[in-house]
């Protein structure tokens, strides 16, 4: 009896847990604040009220997308009104715009799947199965290590040539739990890279060895379809505390913002030391599993030969970013290869609009989005001292935001794959495959024509 009652205790708790969060009637409003005292307006009511914001920087001139609970839309439009901002509806339910997002197309278990829809945790993981039996040769599963909860970060490594000291390149998706668009990219390009017959795609795939993460945080990516749409962090519930004083959930503590808990410059700016933020860095530098296990599986790989590329896939605002993200304006002629970086992603970016017509601006975080530090990307750049590492947020700008369509997965991956064959031509011609030499020759030679020019 005693056993019995345990058990329903036990289940009963877990209801609660699983509580799945809906979205009914909540709304998006996209504001643009277009002077400073706007922006600290907006910025009052982010920390105070608990309204979502979709990015978590407000800045002149950028359109802000802010998610307001149903009962709160009276007295936020009436807050902005009294302060004369103009604010415009551009999602009445986002509940409903979840549930088309979630759209599946009937059963067809004998079909591989197609890119229609988003695929969850558990089938991303099955797939990956399936993919590695079908191509043995080249494709293999790879372990970074485990989650929190004890989930295996998984990828795929992808190898034609079987060098001694490969040219290689590393993919991570997903850090951010809610950016669904991210795996989708990912698992096409692993199947593009297995499957394509098309010429450039195969020498994008043949000429690097790849290792594609498409799910680098699986607790949080599982517990966005099974409870939160919009959950982001991991699910690190060390850090559990009240969040009543900004009337939000007490779960929102329940984890760690992944990218701002890498170890280069941690905690320095577009961060926070509060569990109930968005952006909770962690309680120290690499404090999550998730964090130290990209990191070691990055010195991993530079330890077996020359890692040349790091992409991070991010979602949304179509932008190909450049590191450092806290640095801007002229200063960034002081990060390593910044003029390389910067010439090969405006090169991929603009590959990428030819073939939708969907453009991506192209900068440091600071200069076109907003300042941060602790992410993964400026870590393996700043850390770990790789060449060309850029991140995507991918589409759109804002319409669907994390919540895109799923008639959008295939075109956003055309585009990704077109700019990523772009990227790896520029690369190869900048000399960054042969030997580390190759652009000390470059810059030497053009010293001695400078010379000869001058006379000197
Ligand atoms: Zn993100």
């Given at each position: 009896?005693?056993?019995?009652?345990?058990?329903?205790?036990?289940?009963?708790?877990?209801?609660?847990?699983?509580?799945?969060?809906?979205?009914?009637?909540?709304?998006?409003?996209?504001?643009?604040?277009?002077?400073?005292?706007?922006?600290?307006?907006?910025?009052?009511?982010?920390?105070?009220?608990?309204y979502m914001?979709?990015?978590?920087?407000?800045?002149?001139?950028?359109?802000?997308?802010?998610?307001?609970?149903?009962?709160?839309?009276?007295?936020?439009?009436?807050?902005?009104?009294?302060?004369?901002?103009?604010?415009?509806?551009?999602?009445?339910?986002?509940?409903?715009?979840?549930?088309?997002?979630?759209?599946?197309p009937?059963?067809?278990?004998?079909?591989?799947?197609?890119?229609?829809?988003?695929?969850?945790?558990?089938?991303?993981?099955?797939?990956?199965?399936?993919?590695?039996?079908?191509?043995?040769?080249?494709?293999?599963?790879?372990t970074?290590?485990?989650?929190?909860?004890?989930r295996?970060?998984?990828?795929?490594k992808?190898?034609?040539?079987?060098?001694?000291?490969?040219?290689?390149?590393?993919?991570?998706?997903?850090?951010?739990?809610?950016?669904?668009?991210?795996?989708?990219?990912?698992?096409?390009?692993?199947?593009?890279?297995?499957?394509?017959?098309?010429?450039?795609?195969?020498?994008?795939?043949?000429?690097?060895?790849?290792?594609?993460?498409?799910?680098?945080?699986?607790?949080?990516?599982?517990?966005?379809?099974?409870?939160?749409?919009?959950?982001?962090?991991?699910?690190?519930?060390?850090?559990?505390?009240?969040c009543?004083?900004?009337?939000?959930?007490?779960?929102?503590?329940?984890?760690?913002?992944?990218?701002?808990?890498?170890?280069?410059?941690?905690?320095?700016?577009?961060?926070?030391?509060?569990?109930?933020?968005?952006?909770?860095?962690?309680?120290?530098?690499?404090?999550?599993?998730?964090?130290?296990?990209?990191?070691?599986?990055v010195?991993?790989?530079?330890?077996?030969?020359?890692?040349?590329?790091?992409?991070?896939?991010?979602?949304?605002?179509?932008?190909?970013?450049?590191?450092?993200?806290?640095?801007?304006g002229?200063?960034?002629?002081?990060?390593?290869?910044?003029?390389?970086?910067?010439?090969?992603?405006?090169?991929?970016?603009e590959?990428?609009?030819?073939?939708?017509?969907?453009?991506?601006?192209?900068?440091?975080?600071?200069?076109?989005?907003?300042?941060?530090?602790?992410?993964?990307?400026?870590?393996?750049?700043?850390?770990?001292?790789?060449?060309?590492?850029?991140?995507?947020?991918?589409?759109?700008?804002g319409?669907?935001?994390?919540?895109?369509?799923?008639?959008?997965?295939?075109?956003?991956?055309?585009?990704?794959?077109?700019?990523?064959?772009?990227?790896?031509?520029?690369?190869?011609?900048?000399?960054?495959y042969?030997?580390?030499?190759?652009?000390?020759?470059k810059?030497?030679?053009?010293?001695?024509?400078?010379?000869?020019?001058?006379?000197?």
């Open positions: 009896m005693i056993a019995k009652i345990g058990i329903i205790f036990i289940i009963t708790i877990l209801t609660i847990n699983a509580e799945y969060v809906n979205y009914k009637n909540y709304k998006v409003y996209k504001v643009t604040p277009t002077t400073d005292d706007e922006v600290k307006i907006l910025s009052e009511l982010k920390d105070q009220n608990g914001f979709w990015l978590e920087y407000v800045k002149k001139g950028h359109e802000a997308k802010i998610m307001v609970e149903p009962k709160k839309q009276n007295t936020f439009e009436r807050y902005l009104a009294d302060r004369k901002i103009k604010s415009e509806l551009i999602i009445e339910d986002v509940e409903r715009v979840i549930n088309n997002q979630r759209r599946r009937a059963a067809r278990s004998s079909e591989p799947y197609k890119w229609d829809y988003y695929q969850t945790w558990e089938e991303i993981e099955a797939w990956m199965e399936q993919i590695v039996e079908e191509y043995p040769d080249v494709a293999s599963i790879v970074a290590g485990l989650s929190v909860e004890g295996l970060i998984r990828g795929i992808i190898d034609y040539k079987k060098r001694e000291r490969p040219v290689m390149g590393m993919i991570e998706s997903a850090l951010h739990a809610r950016e669904w668009i991210t795996p989708a990219t990912a698992t096409w390009i692993i199947n593009e890279f297995l499957t394509s017959n098309d010429p450039d795609v195969r020498t994008l795939a043949e000429n690097v060895e790849w290792h594609i993460f498409p799910v680098t945080n699986p607790d949080g990516y599982v517990y966005s379809f099974t409870d939160n749409r919009m959950w982001r962090k991991n699910r690190n519930k060390s850090s559990f505390t009240n009543s004083q900004w009337n939000l959930n007490d779960d929102i503590s329940n984890g760690v913002d992944l990218n701002r808990n890498f170890g280069y410059l941690w905690m320095v700016i577009g961060a926070s030391q509060n569990p109930c933020a968005e952006t909770y860095a962690g309680k120290y530098a690499f404090s999550e599993p998730e964090a130290m296990a990209i990191a070691n599986y010195t991993g790989l530079q330890r077996r030969g020359n890692l040349v590329y790091y992409f991070a896939f991010h979602s949304y605002s179509q932008m190909i970013l450049v590191p450092y993200s806290h640095v801007g002229a200063d960034v002629v002081n990060v390593p290869h910044y003029g390389d970086m910067f010439e090969i992603a405006v090169k991929g970016a590959k990428l609009t030819q073939r939708h017509n969907t453009s991506y601006a192209v900068g440091t975080s600071l200069d076109i989005l907003y300042p941060v530090t602790g992410s993964a990307f400026d870590w393996v750049k700043g850390g770990a001292h790789v060449p060309i590492v850029l991140l995507y947020e991918l589409r759109d700008v319409e669907y935001g994390f919540l895109l369509p799923p008639e959008q997965i295939i075109p956003n991956n055309e585009e990704v794959m077109d700019s990523l064959v772009e990227i790896e031509k520029v690369t190869r011609a900048l000399g960054y042969g030997h580390s030499s190759a652009n000390v020759i810059i030497s030679s053009v010293l001695v024509a400078i010379a000869l020019m001058f006379n000197l």
